[in-house]
């Protein structure tokens, strides 16, 4: 398996535009969990999906802030407008629920480093 | 609420000398625990995981992890550090019977090996 897949690995927008970041989770998974690591504040859990239903978005940080996952192999993390505080690394991961085998880890992927001027 | 502590926010140490990175976590139910570790740079990465059996769990580079349930308490352990080893590292924790569960990660520590 090619693991968490994220695009794009790397987006320099400029304040108000819309920018949209996309997860291929695991095949298989069937949790997936978006989060925003920047220095000041670590790594935040914005949203997590459990079989493509949103489960708890409580850590979205505002209106502009929304995400979707129309399937179970794609998710979307969708900020408009977009402002120079957003600039963070978003990370995608995915989970599967537990079947006795121990194995419900979640899986990261490489992340998005977005930057906002 | 579930809730995980890393105590520790910064920790420097010189090769060889031994490490521990204590975490604790407040959960009612049954639960599995990991440790991840971030190298600079790079995305999360499991470096071991515990859901049952002995509470001393082996992973990856030499670490390893001891579940003391009465004390809420998953520390991290490696008996000689290396220069490579400079990461950040998270405790997490989630609830094993759930089939909804989110993983609940702690504030993370970072870990500076002086050369």
């Known amino acids: 398996d090619a693991g968490v897949i994220q695009s794009p690995r790397h987006e320099v927008t400029e304040m108000g535009q819309e920018v949209t970041l996309r997860c291929k989770p695991i095949?298989?998974?069937?949790?997936l969990f978006w989060y925003r690591q920047t220095m000041m504040r670590g790594l935040e859990l914005l949203i997590y999906f459990n079989n493509n239903v949103p489960i708890d978005d409580s850590g979205m940080p505002e209106d502009r802030f929304s995400a979707k996952m129309p399937n179970a192999s794609f998710s979307t993390l969708k900020i408009q407008p977009s402002e120079p505080r957003d600039s963070a690394v978003y990370f995608c991961?995915?989970?599967?629920?537990?079947?006795?085998?121990?194995?419900?880890?979640?899986?990261f992927g490489q992340g998005t480093r977005l930057t906002v001027v | 609420a579930q809730s995980v502590s890393q105590h520790n926010h910064h920790v420097i140490l010189s090769e060889a000398a031994s490490l521990e990175l204590g975490c604790n976590y407040s959960y009612g139910g049954t639960v599995n625990l990991f440790w991840y570790v971030q190298y600079p740079g790079q995305h999360l990465q499991l470096l071991l995981k515990?859901?049952?059996?002995?509470?001393l769990v082996k992973g990856i580079k030499g670490f390893e992890a001891e579940f003391i349930k009465s004390k809420f308490s998953f520390n991290l352990r490696k008996p000689s550090v290396q220069w490579s080893d400079t990461a950040e590292y998270f405790c997490?924790?989630?609830?094993?019977?759930?089939?909804?569960?989110?993983?609940?990660f702690g504030s993370g520590t970072r870990l500076s090996i002086r050369p």
């Open positions: 515990y859901f049952s059996g002995d509470p």
């Open positions: 997490a924790v989630n609830d094993r019977y759930s089939s909804a569960s989110k993983i609940i």
């Open positions: 991961a995915s989970s599967s629920e537990w079947t006795g085998s121990g194995n419900t880890e979640a899986f």
């Open positions: 095949s298989g998974h069937n949790s």
